[in-house]
């Protein structure tokens, strides 16, 4: 219990930096959170946790080709802020927009071969 405890602590720490950042420079903010920080956090507690090489190599796989649905949120909601939506729409219709393009990585990846 101890463990998950640490882990929640060290990810919610790095999360509440990168937002501080981002408070202050938005373009630095911008660097530090595309950091693939919580991703590589959570390969190091795989790791330790499984040893499992084969494993290991499947989760970052899989990492990369769910990035890739989530990377049209960061478009849409600038595109929508600067046409005059407020931030919640905006936020929603494009955590909407990863759902669905989320779920369609899991409907078509495989038909590609990909282990997701």
Known sequence: MIYLLVK???????????SEIARRS???????ASLPLISVLGMIWLWRDT???ANMARHAEAT???VLPSLPMFLI???????GWSFWPAL???CVVTVLLYLAMTWIGPKFGLRL
């Open 26 to 32: 938005p373009g630095f903010g911008a660097l530090v």
């Open 51 to 53: 040893h499992d090489a």
């Open 8 to 18: 929640a602590l060290i990810s919610g720490v790095i999360i509440a930096i990168v």
């Open 64 to 66: 990369f080709w769910f």
């Open 77 to 83: 909601i600038p595109a929508m802020l600067r046409q």
């Open 92 to 94: 929603l219709t494009g």
